[in-house]
């Protein structure tokens, strides 16, 4: 039973504030391991998004599908990183990306369970790195 908030169901796969911990813990290893041996400087942990340019995102994803034949059924986070500039490599990056369902058989789809990239279907980027880029959970 999922909990509620001011009468809003909890989303699904709702985490504690502790397990955001657990997770950002975990992967201390791995941003060393990126920040040590390619980077040679701490890299960026996360990525931060007005909500309203969320929501701007989002009303244009649904647009944008319907557009390309598609129903958005979603938003796939993609780590990337930013190209390298003279001496200094990129900072890693996090980008949002529509998935969607085609709205008639002939579209292309992908066999993924929760809906495939919509192709054609542009992403968002350019959120705010953390301060500084290396910050643990929480900042």
């Given at each position: 039973m999922s909990k509620k908030i001011n009468k809003m169901e909890a989303p699904r796969g709702l985490?504690?504030?502790d397990e955001a911990k657990e997770l950002d813990q975990a992967y201390d290893s791995r941003h060393e391991l990126i920040?040590?041996?390619i980077l040679k400087r701490p890299d960026n942990r996360s990525?931060?998004?007005a909500i309203e340019e969320i929501e701007k995102?989002?009303?244009y994803a649904k647009n944008q599908?319907?557009?390309l034949g598609y129903t958005l059924d979603g938003i796939r986070i993609y780590e990337g990183a930013y190209p390298d500039v003279k001496d200094e490599v990129g900072y890693t990056t996090m980008f949002l990306i529509p998935t969607g369902t085609p709205n008639n058989k002939n579209a292309s789809r992908c066999t993924s369970i929760d809906g495939g990239d919509i192709p054609g279907?542009?992403?968002l980027n350019k959120g705010?790195?953390?301060t500084p880029p290396n910050s643990?959970?929480?900042q």
């Open positions: 985490i504690t504030p920040s040590e041996s990525t931060w998004y995102f989002l009303d599908a319907k557009d279907g542009s992403g705010n790195a953390g643990n959970y929480p």
